[in-house]
């Protein structure tokens, strides 16, 4: 089945640190692959998205490549915020009928200090 | 403004009680999902629905159940079976299938068995 590996966290970074998120995934054919970002006690939020091999996915200074090679979509950003603390999943999707199976990594959590 | 919502946002029960928690979509969006979030781990999927009047199980059904009667709704039940019922709730929905099918969140219910 399909499987999504994220880099274990806590991360943790003082403002402006570089930072790199790790993320593989295994399925069959080539799924679109997902960035979510969960603030404290919210839902999920879609940071970015890439839906074939070479594709990058933007937003908000944010950035992840699919890379069909090496299975990944490592998320990075040049300079990391306080206000980008938060829970960073990782995830592809499924076609099912007219429905859609999202599996998910277990998340990161980055913690950006001053 | 267009979105999901859930309530309650904070829900507490007694053990052997049934409890439903509610979402509700205003995206005219066709597929509404069930998904249960523990700490440190990935979001699992307990159900979807892919059309009103329908709905499917996803990889922790045991425990749960649904109903699709309105495609804007798209209650959850956890009952007395389930049990580890403790836990973080989110509902989310996407339009038709496809590789931008992606899914949009609602803000979650907690729900603290006692």
């Known amino acids: 089945g399909n499987s999504v590996t994220q880099m274990e966290g806590p991360v943790t970074l003082s403002e402006e640190a570089f930072l790199t998120i790790n993320c593989t995934y295994t399925?069959?054919?080539?799924?679109?692959l997902f960035w979510y970002v969960q603030y404290p006690g919210e839902g999920l939020q879609l940071l970015l998205k890439?839906?074939?091999?070479?594709d990058k996915g933007s937003n908000k200074g944010f950035e992840a490549t699919y890379r069909k090679e090496t299975t990944s979509f490592h998320l990075e950003k040049g300079s990391v915020q306080v206000s980008d603390s938060a829970v960073y999943f990782c995830?592809?999707?499924?076609?099912?009928?007219?429905?859609?199976?999202?599996?998910f990594g277990t998340g990161t959590r980055l913690q950006v200090t001053l | 403004d267009g979105g999901i919502t859930q309530s309650p946002k904070y829900l507490f029960r007694k053990e052997g009680q049934n409890v439903t928690l509610s979402c509700e979509q205003n995206?005219?969006?066709?597929?509404m999902y069930w998904y249960r979030q523990d700490p440190g781990q990935g979001l699992r999927l307990i159900y979807y629905?892919?059309?009103?009047?329908?709905?499917q199980k996803g990889d922790i059904a045991e425990g749960y159940s649904v109903s699709r009667e309105k495609k804007e709704s798209f209650p959850l039940t956890v009952t007395s079976a389930q049990k580890n019922p403790t836990a973080f709730y989110l509902c989310?929905?996407?339009?038709?299938?496809?590789?931008?099918?992606?899914?949009?969140f609602g803000p979650g219910t907690r729900l603290t068995v006692l």
């Open positions: 629905s892919q059309i009103v009047n329908d709905f």
């Open positions: 995206l005219n969006h066709d597929a």
């Open positions: 399925a069959t054919g080539y799924p679109s």
């Open positions: 890439a839906t074939k091999a070479d």
């Open positions: 989310a929905s996407s339009g038709l299938a496809g590789p931008y099918n992606e899914q949009f």
């Open positions: 995830a592809l999707i499924d076609t099912i009928g007219t429905a859609s199976k999202l599996t």
